[in-house]
């Protein structure tokens, strides 16, 4: 009798355990940004992994909070983040700091379709350590066709040519970008941007350029307000981000023309916080989402450019309108001419600084 009970409690506590590690696989949480770009996580990642594995991904839409949420998770000793979308920069601040776990690239990733190993195949200097980029997206210039009836712009010196190209101008209220555009417009190499910017000479350069400009500046502090401001009217030329002015000119039928030259690109992807709940769901999911053919699949939704070199050839068309996606990608090589990719490094070493410093400019 004693020996059944034993038995009888034993199994009863296997199957608690077991129930346990299931129900602890039946979901995990992946921290994104919201709105349409969570939409094409979804369309591309996480449905697809929910119908092959069952486990079901639960969206959060906190990535604008990503790095402050993993420092105070860490601190509580609980966390509840299995996956975060976040910033290349944010994401070196929280391998640094060891908040997230590191990635074996060519032995947590899939080859690309090519054959071709993680690191050879993702964005050139793109794997950093902790971080595996998903897309490319840039900050760039747009401006309203019915603004300019003879030239248009077409470089970052002709968004600071007031004289040429009249009109007021919608830039970002912060300091990134702006630098880099500024110097660029003053004559330095894109090569040599952040070489400049580096030193206190390259830093009032880059203001002094931004004053021949200041008094003819709208500023803007949400993604929807550039095509907002060239559909009004009230201003000219826009920064903005690629697919913002994708969304105006192709689902809204907005008569915008984007200037390529000089997008500022940037890389958006996945970490795994080390007090990750579900880590090996989590590393499962990170490995299905980065293939070759999901990262194709996410640019059906949105115009960002795939990371993986091998995802290209693969890109096809808009899921809702049918418009060829290729175009439209801040990659495609007819696009990707003259790019400043963005310094993440420089960024979080003198981004406090600047921000600092542009703010007073700002006041002035």
């Known amino acids: 009798m004693k020996k059944t009970l034993k038995l009888s409690t034993a199994i009863a506590l296997g199957s608690m355990v ?16 919201g709105g349409a770009y969570t939409a094409s996580q979804r369309g591309a990642y996480s449905d697809p992994y929910t119908a092959k594995t069952g486990i079901e991904v639960l969206d959060e839409d906190k990535s604008g909070n990503g790095l402050a949420g993993m420092r105070a998770q ?49 964005v050139d200097g793109s794997l950093s350590g902790c971080f ?20 248009a712009p077409k470089t970052i010196a002709d968004v600071f040519d007031l004289k040429k190209f009249p009109g007021k101008r919608a830039l970002e209220k912060i300091p990134g970008a702006n630098l880099e555009w500024a110097l660029a417009a003053d004559g330095v190499p894109y090569d040599e941007i952040y070489d400049v910017l580096d030193t206190p000479e ?26 907002q401001l060239l559909a009004d009217g009230e201003v000219t030329i826009a920064s903005a981000y690629n697919g913002r002015i994708f969304n105006a000119q192709v689902v809204e039928n907005q008569p915008f023309t984007i200037i390529w030259d000089g997008q500022m690109f940037e ?4 970490v ?22 999901a990262l194709a699949d996410q640019a059906k939704y949105i115009s960002y450019g795939p990371a993986r070199k ?20 801040p990659t495609n090589p007819a696009n990707f001419k003259t790019p400043i990719k963005k310094d993440a490094g420089f960024w979080a070493d003198n981004g406090d600084d600047l921000s600092e410093r542009f703010n007073a400019w700002l006041a002035q």
């Open 202 to 227: 390259g830093v009032d350069r880059a203001f002094a350029k931004l004053d021949t400009i200041k008094d003819s500046v709208v500023w803007w502090d949400a993604g929807a307000q550039p095509p």
């Open 18 to 33: 077991v129930a346990g590690a299931a129900q602890a696989a039946e979901s995990i949480t992946v921290v994104s940004w």
């Open 132 to 151: 595996v980029p998903t897309i490319v997206y840039a900050t760039l210039f747009a401006y309203n066709n019915n603004a300019f009836s003879g030239d």
């Open 310 to 329: 091998s995802s290209a050839p693969l890109i096809t068309t808009h899921i809702d309108t049918g418009v060829d996606m290729n175009p439209h990608m």
């Open 272 to 293: 795994i916080p080390k007090n990750a709940p579900n880590k090996k769901a989590a590393m499962d999911y990170l490995r299905f989402s980065t293939t070759t053919q």
């Open 74 to 122: 860490a601190e509580a000793g609980n966390g509840t983040w299995d996956v975060v979308d976040i910033l290349e920069g944010n994401a070196l601040t929280a391998c640094d700091e060891g908040l997230v776990e590191e990635i074996d690239y060519n032995e947590d990733l899939d080859k690309g379709a090519d054959g071709s190993f993680p690191l050879d195949d993702f």
């Open 267 to 270: 890389l958006d992807g996945w």
